[in-house]
């Protein structure tokens, strides 16, 4: 029968072949050698330290004997005949001298040649059998072996003998006298092991009796405290109420105030015993609301009820690494567009950089060249992202007095002619890397979700805060239909900004009513018109008149901004302002009707283009006019006031932030109007104090907005704890979160809604901006939507 040879396994080395026959096996053995030659090497060089070590220790056993030798001889020599009784200590001496000290030569001669001989024995060990033998190696430890307890030996050999020595046992030979050195060491190890078996034992045993001490004690604890304090289940008033406080939102859209529910839950509250008293029950309404959700979550935690914080909500993906927050600001306009959308972020951006704490990114809105020509003034136009950025810090640097270093990104934007704002084309979200998808201000978070069609904000975003720029509201009654489409637009911004937003800070009272919203003015004015106050206080210390002009007003020319209430006012009383003549700087989409109108009317009235209420032509005028009430909080009125101008304004909640300024002037009626008017230009205003100068800068703004967006409490939460994001599903002894459930199916559906290009065009969104176009791919070197999305749902 032919015989086969069993395979071999082939081992893959780079690109090359597997060992076998021939050069394989040579390359094989080669490397075993090689690694045998390095272990070798470094065991030979660890005997040579212990070998070292053991010698520095005999030397100095024999150095100390030898001392003892010498003094014993020096003895013997130098010191008189003792007498008879003392002769038993001299031949102790003398037998030292005589029979130890040669021993002690001889001793030394044979464990010097048995260690070499054992140092060469070991070495051959390590060593391959040889080329001829098979390619393989064995490692003999006995060698190490005999080398541990041969130095062992001989460290322990010389104290042992000392021992010996001076006990007498050397007269009974070499293998009598190591033995019996070798049975004590035994027992002495023996011993040594007993005894410690014998301690880790008891430490043990008694570690184990503390620990069953320790759990039984808990045990009676927590059975005590259950029994001590049984909690009543939720009767059928607290039911109901948190049912209505549950269902606020759902009630809030279909038209039913907070009041009314507030006060049913108090009602409610007063009627249960359990955690809210008579006394409880006559305090404000959140103090009622906080104690039954107290009352709530005792009796989950009783029952053992866990929850998730929402049924729609995801985890965030952003986690702190290195103890720095982003913070990205997405607005829904851009410089060279003078508009409070397009400046005020930019401030925002510019200041929040000054803390230490967070970076922070500036989203804008790119429009192809085709869109820039209707919106940019001058026909300014830019070719690249890169060219637009280059103009918005240049800007901003000759109005700062710092160094911001802020990133500036591009989100792709479309232009309504119709809505006269920029829409987002495409997921707004999707231009903020996930890395650093931490804290998300939305400037105007209604306009940039209308027709948002991709990932919520809340999902993606550990915290999400929008602040409201503009009163829709009242620019959509003003046209076709505009009860009609006001009602429409009023839900569906609730709808929206419940969905996407954490937080919601209204700059004034003359927005909409917002879910989740406060009101808190956190702007602040360029610090340029706050240097030309101070120039023109210290013209007026100086005795020279800082004012040689009279009145003006200045805005976008488009009726909604205030020229018809100016129109009106003007023609209303034009024989009581006979002689007052108002300047007027804008330019806008009815600049020629604005202007026909007033030439028809006779009014005193100049215009002139638009240009920067910093110019130094606007310096010299004294009094600033807005009568506009379609605004949230005039940007313009806010610098009229820090370049210490008189302001009149109509009495409206828009202006309540600027009423505590001495040279802030209201009125009510066309009549009150014109004697403010008279006023103004009869007297001199008051120059502005330290604080009210600080209250019109961006630092006061900053600090408001960090207060009510809560930024501060975030900011301060995370770094108490580094390095562990937040997560939105972090689980906790809870109610269900209605509110949650709902706010994530409202943004399902607005997903579901905004898909459905029909329905897009039907409410009034661009054609073609679910998805940015050709053009904005190649502005700004994007893929297109079909390759980002190859399965595109809705």
């Not at 002769?87 to 001889?106: H, N, W």
């Not at 009145?551 to 006012?569: N, P, Q, S, T």
């Not at 900011?715 to 706010?743: V, W």
Request: glycine letters at 8%; charged letters at 25%.
């Amino acid at each position: 029968m032919e015989a086969r040879a069993s395979p071999r396994p082939s081992i893959s080395i780079g690109g090359g072949g597997g060992f076998g026959a021939g050069r394989g096996d040579d390359s094989a053995f080669s490397f075993l050698s090689k690694g045998w030659r390095e272990v070798r090497d470094s065991a030979t060089a660890d005997l040579r330290l212990m070998r070292a070590r053991a010698d520095s220790l005999r030397t100095l056993a024999d150095r100390e004997l030898e001392n003892l030798l010498a003094s014993a001889s020096t003895a013997l020599t130098s010191a008189p005949p003792p007498p008879l009784a003392a002769g038993a200590p001299i031949a102790e001496l003398e037998f030292v001298r005589t029979r130890i000290q040669p021993k002690i030569s001889e001793l030394r001669r044979r464990y010097a040649s048995q260690e070499r001989e054992l140092g060469r024995r070991v070495l051959e060990g390590w060593a391959p059998r040889g080329a001829g033998g098979p390619a393989r190696a064995r490692v003999d430890l006995s060698g190490i072996t005999a080398i541990r307890n041969a130095i062992v030996s001989e460290v322990d050999g010389g104290e042992r003998w000392r021992r010996a020595v001076w006990s007498g046992e050397v007269e009974a030979g070499e293998g009598k006298e190591w033995e019996v050195v070798r049975m004590i060491r035994d027992g002495i190890k023996k011993f040594e092991r007993r005894s410690q078996t014998s301690e880790i034992f008891e430490g043990l045993r008694s570690t184990g009796e503390l620990v069953e001490k320790f759990k039984s004690s808990l045990k009676s604890f927590n059975m005590e405290s259950q029994g001590s304090k049984e909690i009543p289940p939720l009767d059928l008033p607290e039911i109901l109420a948190n049912l209505v406080r549950q269902s606020e939102p759902f009630l809030d859209q279909l038209g039913v105030r907070r009041d009314p529910c507030d006060k049913l839950v108090e009602a409610l509250c007063r009627k249960q015993n359990h955690s809210l008293s008579e006394d409880t029950s006559l305090h404000v309404n959140d103090k009622s609301s906080d104690e039954l959700d107290l009352r709530i979550a005792s009796v989950l935690q009783s029952t053992g009820y866990h929850a998730d914080d929402g049924f729609w909500s995801e985890p965030a993906k952003y986690e702190v690494s290195d103890n720095k927050r982003h913070v990205a600001i997405v607005t829904t306009a851009s410089l060279p567009w003078m508009t409070g959308t397009a400046v005020n972020p930019l401030f925002r951006a510019a200041y929040l950089t000054k803390g230490t704490r967070q970076d922070v990114t500036l989203v804008v809105p790119w429009l192809c060249k085709s869109d820039q020509e209707l919106v940019y003034p001058n026909s300014m136009t830019f070719n690249s992202p890169e060219e637009q950025e280059s103009y918005i810090r240049s800007w901003l640097e000759e109005r700062l007095g710092f160094e911001s270093n802020f990133k500036i990104s591009f989100y792709p934007g479309k232009f309504s002619k119709e809505r006269r704002s920029i829409i987002p084309a495409g997921d707004t979200s999707q231009f903020i890397p996930s890395r650093e998808a931490d804290i998300a201000i939305l400037e105007e978070p209604e306009h940039l979700n209308w027709y948002h069609h991709g990932k919520r904000w809340t999902d993606k975003f550990n915290h999400v805060v929008g602040v409201v720029h503009t009163n829709y509201l009242e620019y959509i009654k003003r046209e076709k239909n505009g009860a009609l489409q006001a009602f429409l637009v009023k839900h569906i911004n609730n709808w929206v900004t419940r969905a996407y937003c954490d937080k919601v800070l209204r700059l004034s009272a003359a927005t909409q009513d917002l879910p989740k919203s406060i009101v808190c003015n956190v702007h602040g004015v360029n610090p340029k018109f706050l240097k030309i106050g101070e120039e023109i206080t210290s013209n007026r210390e100086s005795g020279e008149p800082p004012f040689s002009k009279g009145a003006y007003f200045l805005g976008k020319m488009v009726w909604a901004k205030g020229y018809r209430e100016l129109i009106d006012l003007m023609a209303k009383h034009k024989s009581d302002l006979d002689g007052f003549k108002l300047d007027v700087y804008g330019s806008g989409e009815d600049s020629q009707e604005v202007q026909s109108t007033a030439r028809k009317l006779d009014l005193s009235l100049n215009f002139f283009k638009g240009r920067d209420h910093a110019d130094n032509s606007l310096h010299g005028y004294k009094v600033f006019i807005n009568p506009s009430i379609s605004d949230v909080l005039c940007t313009a009125t806010a610098e009229a006031l820090a370049m210490g101008k008189f302001v009149i304004c109509a009495e409206h909640p828009s202006n309540e932030f600027f009423m505590s300024f001495p040279n802030f002037l209201t009125f009510k009626t066309s009549e009150e109007f014109v004697a403010r008017v008279k006023e103004a230009m009869d007297r001199e205003p008051q120059p502005l104090t330290p604080e009210q100068r600080y209250n019109l800068s961006w630092e006061a703004a900053t600090e408001r907005f960090m207060e009510y967006s809560d930024l501060d409490k975030v900011l301060n939460n995370e770094a108490a704890q580094p390095g562990q994001g937040r997560n939105r599903k972090n689980t906790r002894t809870s109610q269900p979160n209605l509110s949650d459930i709902m706010d994530g199916g409202l943004a399902f559906a607005h997903r579901c809604l905004t898909g459905n290009e029909v329905l897009r065009l039907a409410t009034g969104a661009i054609p073609g901006t679910r998805d940015y176009d050709k053009q904005h791919c190649v502005d700004m070197g994007l893929l297109p939507p079909q390759v980002q999305h190859p399965v595109y749902g809705w």
